[in-house]
C-alpha cells in the first residue's frame, strides 16, 4: 500500500513505499543542517550572505560574526570547546577560520546548536526601489524555486560602511519544518544572486 506525503512547497505529491515509511522531502532525515555543513554549502552563494546563528524572543536574527550575539545566544561548542577565545591560540588567530570566524578544518566536530538559517541585506535608495525588490525575490520564489524566504523585511537602519540611514530590505532563508535548513535554502539564495545580476533589479541596489 501507498502513502501520499506531500512535500511542504510541491504541488504533486511524493509517494512513499510504505505506510511505515518517513517521509523525507528535504533528503536530511529530517533534520537540519549542521553548522559544519551549511558553512560548505555558505561558499556556493555570494558572500553578503551571512549563517544566523540564533534569533531572540524578539525575532532579531544574529549572525556567526564574533560579538554579534546576546547573553541568550546559544553556544556555539567545537570539539567541546566554548569559540569564545577560551582554545584560542597566544596570536588570536584560533587556528584555521573561515570568514564566519568558524573552524574550518575537515576533522572538527561542528557545532552542537543547528544554524536559525542564512541572510543577506539588500541596501535602496528609498522604500520605492526596496518595495520593487521585494516583488522580484518573491517572483523567485514563487516561479522557480517553489520554496519561499522565511522572512523578507522592509526596514530603515544604519548603514554599517556609510553610518548612515539607509532603507534595508533583510531576506532570511529557513525550513520551518526542519527548525533550521536545508538545501533548498541555499539554492533559493542563489537563484536570488542570479536575479539581482539583471540590470533591472541591480537599478534597485544602492550603489
Known amino acids: 500500500m501507498l502513502q501520499r506525503c506531500c512535500f511542504p512547497s510541491r504541488k504533486i505529491p ?4 510504505q505506510w511505515d515509511q518517513l517521509c523525507d522531502p528535504y533528503g536530511q532525515g529530517g533534520k537540519p543542517l549542521t553548522l559544519k555543513e551549511a558553512t560548505k554549502l555558505l561558499r556556493t552563494v555570494e ?6 546563528i540564533h534569533e531572540d524572543e524578539n525575532g532579531n536574527e544574529y549572525d556567526t560574526k564574533m560579538g554579534n550575539g546576546t547573553k541568550n545566544t546559544p553556544l556555539i561548542l567545537i570539539n567541546g570547546v566554548d569559540d569564545d577565545g577560551g582554545n584560542n591560540n597566544d596570536d588570536g588567530d584560533g587556528g584555521n577560520k573561515n570568514k564566519n570566524n568558524y ?3 575537515e576533522n572538527e566536530n561542528f557545532a552542537v546548536v ?8 539588500f541596501w535602496h535608495d528609498d522604500y520605492i526601489q526596496a518595495s520593487q525588490f521585494m516583488a522580484h ?3 523567485v520564489a514563487e516561479m522557480n524555486a517553489q520554496h519561499f524566504p522565511h522572512k523578507v523585511i522592509l526596514e530603515r537602519k544604519i ?3 556609510t553610518k548612515s540611514w539607509n532603507v534595508c ?3 532570511i532563508c529557513r525550513t520551518h519544518v526542519l527548525q533550521g535548513l536545508s538545501h533548498h535554502d541555499f539554492y533559493l539564495a542563489t537563484l536570488i544572486d542570479i536575479e539581482i545580476d539583471r540590470p533591472e533589479v541591480r537599478g534597485l541596489l544602492k550603489k
Do not use: Q, Y
Not at 114 to 121: A, S, T, W
Open 14 to 17: 511524493i509517494i512513499c513505499s
Open 47 to 52: 558572500p553578503e550572505w551571512k549563517i544566523l
Open 103 to 105: 573552524n574550518c578544518d
Open 114 to 121: 543547528p544554524p536559525f538559517g542564512i541572510g543577506r541585506d
Open 137 to 139: 525575490v518573491a517572483a
Open 159 to 161: 548603514h554599517s560602511r
Open 169 to 171: 530590505t533583510r531576506v
